[in-house]
């Protein structure tokens, strides 16, 4: 169906994540489906981990600082690295910090439909392991994740739903396997099913292809979203499903965007504390549009 | 800690300071965007950055049939076209703007004639 097409080379300039009148917007804990472009600085994580049952580990605060940047190496497929710098406060206790493992990703856009303002890509992760710093308790074994990362806005709805057609969805679904099956203290590493989306409502989807709101003209910029993330254990005693709900907002600045949300807990196994995630997204397509914004190799553009 | 902090402030500096190489994304339309209005005589719209002339903008009927007057033009952030005595109904409005760092941007909306 002409709808649903594989894919062709790529425009040249177009690094930001648009399918049709749909911009999807890199959001700050869900990866994106677009094999483009991208410079996540920094991105800040606050939360408190609990102290364990037993009462050998006390309640520890936690501040992740990370940094993705993904490249787009042929037409429709990236490759991104993600350096992630964590600063442990236990209580009662001394401070520790280190770098996480390093993470390598890879990404391909398989289907697209710019009428349905759809997108399927498929990829993975490797967390490499004993790359990072054993004081933070990085894993000294590597972890695979193979993945699906998908978009859909809701632009095709008929116009009797017509307020309903900025909303959007992105997601993810991953199996992560972990390259060692327990560790020397007797504990397991079980397979886990990571499941993530973010919903969205998109105010200048609303504004530019919708209906022009006067009085939501202060906030033409914004995109208040809700952002799941799930991890499921699959085997070797399973274990519950942990997660968190993360409600927030996005701010659309141009060659810029910032985001904000708050993380909360889905149940007692994921832990009773709210916690946030601050993020700055530079796109660099804007910056430096000579340098990013089109693959290294088969850019369309080198063939005029 | 202390240079990447340095880092950060100039890359956040420079990315706000201006958006003289961003994406052009539609601000705002004449007819409005979704609006219902009395037939017009052109169809207006402000972008966010400036466009180059390859910009294009084009009216369609509810058949998809071109109905402007293929007069596009294009000055600094706005392009504008012309459009004939429109009969009541549905009409969609198709552009896509060359911003003039060379960004693509493209996007639709729809107005009614009443």
């Known amino acids: 169906m002409a709808v649903i097409a594989f894919h062709s080379l790529t425009n040249k300039l177009q690094a930001h994540g648009f399918e049709g009148d749909r911009f999807f917007?890199?959001?700050?804990?869900?990866?994106?489906?677009?094999?483009?472009?991208?410079?996540?600085?920094?991105?800040?994580?606050?939360?408190?981990?609990?102290?364990?049952?037993?009462?050998?580990?006390?309640?520890?605060?936690?501040?992740?600082?990370?940094?993705?940047?993904?490249?787009?190496?042929?037409?429709?497929?990236?490759?991104?690295?993600?350096?992630?710098?964590i600063f442990l406060k236990p209580e009662g206790q001394l401070g520790t910090?280190?770098?996480?493992?390093?993470?390598?990703?890879?990404?391909?856009?398989?289907?697209?439909?710019?009428?349905?303002?759809?997108?399927l890509s498929v990829g993975g992760e490797i967390d490499l392991g004993g790359s990072g710093s054993k004081l933070i308790g990085a894993e000294s074994y590597s972890t695979y994740t193979p993945m699906f990362y998908?978009?859909?806005?809701?632009?095709?709805?008929?116009?009797?739903?017509?307020?309903?057609?900025?909303?959007?969805?992105?997601?993810?679904?991953?199996?992560?396997?972990?390259?060692?099956?327990?560790?020397?203290?007797?504990?397991?590493?079980?397979?886990?099913?990571?499941?993530?989306?973010?919903?969205?409502?998109?105010?200048?989807?609303?504004?530019?292809?919708?209906?022009?709101?006067?009085?939501?003209?202060?906030?033409q910029n914004w995109i208040p979203l809700v952002e799941f993330?799930?991890?499921?254990?699959?085997?070797?005693?399973?274990?519950?499903?942990?997660?968190?709900?993360?409600?927030?907002?996005?701010?659309?600045?141009?060659?810029?965007?910032?985001?904000?949300?708050?993380?909360?807990?889905?149940?007692?196994?994921?832990?009773?504390?709210?916690?946030?995630?601050?993020?700055?997204?530079?796109f660099i397509d804007d910056i430096f549009p000579k340098v990013f914004g089109h693959p290294i190799f088969f850019n369309k553009d080198d063939e005029k | 800690m202390k240079s990447m902090r340095i880092l950060l402030i100039m890359i956040v500096a420079w990315a706000s300071a201006s958006l003289a190489e961003a994406h052009a994304f539609l601000d705002h339309a004449e007819p409005k965007v979704g609006s219902t209005v009395a037939a017009p005589t052109e169809v207006k719209l402000w972008m966010t950055m400036g466009l180059r002339k390859a910009s294009t903008l084009q009216v369609l009927d509810a058949s998809g049939k071109e109905v402007d007057g293929k007069d596009v033009r294009v000055?600094?952030?706005?392009?504008?076209?012309?459009?004939?005595?429109?009969?009541?109904?549905?009409?969609?409005?198709?552009?896509?703007?060359?911003?003039?760092c060379g960004h693509k941007t493209s996007g639709t909306f729809v107005f009614v004639v009443k």
């Open chain 1, 25 to 85: 917007p890199p959001t700050p804990t869900t990866d994106d489906p677009f094999a483009t472009d991208e410079f996540a600085m920094p991105t800040f994580s606050f939360f408190n981990t609990p102290a364990s049952a037993d009462g050998t580990e006390p309640k520890t605060h936690q501040i992740d600082l990370s940094t993705e940047f993904d490249k787009e190496i042929f037409p429709k497929f990236s490759l991104g690295v993600t350096v992630t710098y």
């Open chain 1, 150 to 219: 998908y978009g859909k806005g809701f632009g095709d709805l008929p116009n009797a739903l017509k307020y309903l057609k900025p909303f959007a969805v992105t997601g993810t679904l991953g199996y992560a396997i972990p390259g060692e099956a327990g560790n020397a203290d007797g504990s397991l590493n079980p397979d886990t099913l990571q499941w993530a989306f973010a919903l969205e409502y998109s105010v200048p989807y609303l504004q530019q292809h919708v209906e022009e709101v006067e009085w939501l003209k202060p906030f």
């Open chain 1, 97 to 119: 910090s280190g770098f996480d493992n390093l993470s390598f990703s890879a990404k391909y856009q398989v289907l697209e439909s710019a009428k349905h303002e759809f997108i």
């Open chain 1, 229 to 282: 993330q799930m991890n499921t254990p699959v085997n070797r005693g399973n274990g519950f499903t942990t997660g968190t709900i993360n409600p927030g907002v996005l701010y659309e600045g141009g060659r810029f965007q910032i985001g904000a949300e708050a993380q909360i807990p889905v149940n007692g196994s994921t832990g009773p504390n709210v916690g946030a995630v601050f993020q700055v997204q530079i």
């Open chain 2, 75 to 100: 000055n600094e952030e706005t392009m504008a076209v012309s459009v004939p005595r429109l009969g009541a109904g549905t009409y969609t409005v198709e552009w896509k703007a060359v911003a003039s």
